[in-house]
């Protein structure tokens, strides 16, 4: 049986005493161990990276770029080996993958023009003789907690402008799919960065804890539930550490009447159910305006479901596969079962899915409900899984009141021809992304990623300026230089008591 290890600097290893299995989804069957770390592989990366981070902080950000633009090359280069693994242990599709890994690297495209990005502030003669500038620097060693729903891209979001900008970062994924996140580091040490600056831990809740508590973290990054980030972020604020928790969602889909009804269905389908609905910016909600736009709505939908091909993670054709674990897949289930025990219409049930050939795979077929509403647990709930719900709206207002009164507020979307609308609906809904007739509204890389309400804790969002302000503390510096004759100037001279 193969087992993922740690990457440590200088290749330190440890005895192992605690393994997780790792499975193949589509199969259902254990395809390696992961090592599960403690204390003792936490204290020994974190001497590896406080011995090297003074030299990479002094290192100038030109060279920190040209290792980015290195590992940018590598990633290219292996996008298809890195795509196969991943998606052998997430379970979703080589095309979708593919995906993953992309919208991570070009996070790392954007931190290849780190220089731009940490050019301070400055004022000549803000006072007599006195100039005033400011520069940032990095924090010393930061971590990032990754989920197991995009074990590249998360992990590529989180380390690259923490590297970039002068950190050494130890990363922990997800105990579910770790491989990737292994290879990415060696590609790290490939691309020319020295041992320490990247490391990756392996483990689970005694991993977590034991970074949030170690006090030589500065900063820690963390994606997953919305009531672990909670966890996560009250944690380590105590413990003095600067966080951000990103976390669940519930992500509406506004659909209006003047809609292109054909291409909203074709987007709802691809944001529901792609990727299994594992992602914290699927559109699991969708919310006709009227009853008229309500029934075209669910006829579309229901026969776009009938052509939907769900398959193994290497099947070209197949448009999603099969959720993580049967732990989850059951977790799915049982939210389709709350559905319908609290009265909502069960129109399309992807329970007890076989694909033959792989009857022992996680797979949940496509499911839509109808007539779901607001006091319902389903509804106010994170599902995870292939679960599309219609809630129904009377006219605009009620439709905009859905996403903004939510518990969560990640992203939100509206469909709709008429340009007063969309732009009323984006400026008064209560959420932190919105797409107009974009169904999954992440931003670019050299923008930032982040949820409002219960969907994030901490006061900056992912990558773009907001990562690099995240990821350094800023120095001002006043000065002045005196003319020779030693009395200066008083013009500049704060009061003092004396």
Known sequence: MRRIDHILSGGASFAVTRTSDVFNPSTGQVQATVALGDQAVLDAAIANAQAVQPQWAATNPQRRARVMFRFKELIEQNMQVLAEMLASEHGKVVDDAKGDIQRGLEVVEYCCGIPQALKGEYTHGAGPGIDV????????????????????????????????????????????????????????????????????????????DAILDHPAISAV???????????????????????????????????????????????????????????????????????????????????????????????????????????HKQKVENWIQTGVDEGAELVVDGRGFKLQGYEDGFFVGPSLFDHVTTDMTAYKEEIFGPVLQIV???????????????????????????????????????????????????????????????????????????????????????????????????????????
Not at 160 to 171: D, E, K, Q, T, Y
Not at 189 to 206: F, M, S, T, Y
Not at 280 to 296: K, N, Q, S
């Open 133 to 208: 500038y400011s520069m940032r620097q990095p924090l010393g060693v930061g971590a990032g907690i990754t989920p197991f729903n995009f074990p590249a891209m998360i992990p590529l979001w989180m380390m690259s402008p923490a590297i970039a900008v002068g950190n050494c970062f130890i990363l922990k994924p997800s105990e579910r799919d770790p491989s990737v996140p292994n290879r990415l580091a060696e590609l790290f040490l490939e691309a020319g960065a020295p041992e320490g600056v990247l490391q990756v831990v392996h483990g689970d809740k005694v991993m977590v």
């Open 221 to 327: 990054s963390f994606v997953g539930s919305s009531d672990i980030a909670h966890y996560v972020y009250n944690r380590g604020v105590a413990a003095g550490k600067r966080v951000q928790a990103m976390g669940g969602a519930k992500n509406h889909g506004i659909i209006m009447p003047d809609a292109d009804m054909d291409q909203t269905v074709n987007d709802l389908v691809g944001a529901a159910f792609g990727s299994a609905g594992e992602r914290c910016m699927a559109l699991p909600v969708a919310v006709p305006v009227g009853d008229e736009t309500a029934e075209i709505l669910r006829e579309k939908l229901v026969a776009a479901m009938d052509k939907l091909k769900v398959g193994i993670s290497t099947d070209p054709e197949a448009q999603y596969g099969p959720v993580v674990t049967a732990v």
């Open 392 to 498: 129904r709206a009377r006219n605009f207002e009620e439709a905009l009141a859905l996403p903004t009164r939510h518990q969560y507020g990640n992203g939100v979307a509206i469909f709709t021809r008429n340009g007063h609308a969309a732009r009323e609906f984006a400026s008064r809904v209560q959420v932190g992304m919105v797409g107009i007739n974009v169904p999954i509204p992440v931003p670019v890389s050299y923008h930032s990623f982040g949820g409002w309400k219960r969907s994030g804790f901490g006061d900056h969002n992912q990558y773009g300026m907001e990562g690099v302000r995240f990821w350094t503390k800023t120095k001002l510096v006043t000065q002045r230089w005196p003319d020779g004759g030693g009395t200066g100037d008083s013009a500049f001279i704060i009061p003092t008591m004396g």
